[in-house]
Nanobody
């Protein structure tokens, strides 16, 4: 079983920044697809960014240019740096991974999920 543990959520005003962390097993961070999803109240879970095992990255249009994904191989941690936050960025953010290097945007593709961390952006 792969355990993912998110942290770093909180409440900020619009225009502010947050950095989310996802602690993961060493081999996961080193080589496998990892992604961030989010879910706003009353809405479905949507992909924010996918990061393939070989480094290929794709962002949702809504966060392109504001969010940055990265990995720290020494700390076995995935990060999501979120800048210029908007109220519509609010929701529960989830780290996800699978057993493969390749990613896709479908929720069902991901086998392992963290417990989620709450982000609230006020206007």
């Amino acid at each position: 079983q792969v355990q993912l543990v998110e942290s770093g959520g909180g409440s900020v005003q619009a225009g502010g920044s947050l950095r989310l962390s996802c602690a993961a097993p060493k081999n996961t961070v080193a080589a496998l697809c990892m992604a961030w999803f989010r879910q706003a109240p009353g809405k479905g879970r949507e992909g924010v960014v996918i990061n393939e095992g070989d480094g290929g990255t794709s962002y949702a249009d809504s966060v392109q240019g504001r969010f940055t994904i990265s990995r720290d191989y020494a700390k076995n941690t995935l990060y999501l740096e979120m800048n210029r936050l908007k109220p519509e960025d609010s929701g529960t953010y989830y780290c996800a991974t699978t057993d493969f290097k390749r990613c896709n945007w479908s929720n069902g593709y991901y086998k392992y999920w963290g417990q989620g961390t709450q982000v609230t952006v006020s206007s």
